[in-house]
């Protein structure tokens, strides 16, 4: 997901990360030679390129786990409102046979199984349900659908509580992929910061200059009418801050971008760049069309969108607004048509 080899902040972090030179092959001729001196300044460069990707891997699994809390969310809705339900259904039941046994009482004693109606144990009363053949055939068959109603919502019980505790384990791995995320940005920026004042300047004339104008994207045209909406949902994106875990309107990373983009016109697509790639048929990058989804390097962890004529917009880094890019930018390029 991220930028190529760079990791948006959260919303609360210094754009200072952003001021990061790219590091890619682009950027660096865009800077041009470093004099050999300045070897360590290289060293730090190198270190910092490590740091976003690694980075935006991990913002990728918070991608995917942040995603996977909000299916368990669901989930964990519905089934409370299914037990809900059970258990109004079951109380009606019990009301009713309460009748009847009201109505016994009154012609002069309870039946034992009606009894058992009543007991604060209700696997006791599953477990006495035995006695039903004291009872007439139609209050037998009420108590018997007591029975398995009162067996169904111990079983969504259980399995609610299940859901529950992967929900909480889902928020952890949230968390934790958060800690990983800011502890590289932080050190990132601290390299940064310990720059020269020249080679900072130079950072962050790089990570800036990315063309947020509208370059020559040729006379081709989107495969299909939502490709074709979603390409402009990009487009409208332009000059819109990368932020980590974002999928618009105001900020995005990566495969926000792509999400939010999609989503304008009417197609769901999955949170992550891993997932996006498979999120349609696979064309040959010389094949691609405006609209297409690019991922990037073997594990898919960068994604953007083809323009035409060799341009790409995506969600860089932190620091660089959303904008339009060559291509192969990143090496391990793969084209995607939704």
Known sequence: MGFHRRLASPSGFNRGAGAALCVLSAAAAALGAVPATA????????EVDRLYEEAEKA????????????????EVDEAQDRIARQQERINTMRDALGSLAGAQYRAGGLDPSLALLFSDDPDDYLDKAAVLDRIGVHQAGE???LQTAMREIAQDRTEASGKLGELEKSRKAVASHKRSIEKKLARARQLLNALPSGERAAYDRASRS????????????????????AVAAARSALGKPYVWGANGPSGFDCSGLMQWSYAQAGVSLPRTSQAQRY???????????????????SDASHVAMYMGNGQVIHAPYPGAPVRYDPVHMIPGATATRV
């Open 279 to 297: 999120a349609g048929r696979q064309v040959p990058l010389s094949q691609a069309q405006p609209g297409d989804l690019v991922t990037y390097r």
């Open 143 to 145: 108590l018997k659908d």
């Open 210 to 229: 990315g063309r947020a104008d509208m370059p020559d994207l040729g006379n081709a045209a989107p495969p299909s009418a939502r490709a074709a909406a």
């Open 59 to 74: 913002t990728e699994a918070f991608n995917k786990a942040d995603e996977n809390a909000d299916a368990l969310r669901e």
């Open 39 to 46: 070897a360590p300044h290289d060293d730090t460069r190198a």
